[in-house]
């Protein structure tokens, strides 16, 4: 099943939208998270990915 909510990678924002955000004109990304299996060969990728999104997160939030 596609997912139908998007969410703006610039301003967090959600939308239906495609192509871009309505708000502010970003880029929009799939809202929902990928599926992980624990036996993933790609586990360890996956996780990294997941940590260096969520470090840089925590900067934008001090800044």
């Known amino acids: ?16 939208r495609k192509d871009s955000c309505p708000h502010c004109g970003g880029k929009v990304a799939s809202a929902h998270p990928i599926n992980i299996s624990l036996e993933s060969r790609h ?4 996780l990294m990915a997941r940590r260096k999104r969520f470090n840089n997160r925590d900067k934008s939030l001090v800044e």
Do not use: D, P
């Open 43 to 46: 586990l360890e990728l996956i």
């Open 1 to 16: 099943m596609k997912s139908l909510i998007n969410k703006c990678v610039k301003c967090g924002r959600y939308t239906l």
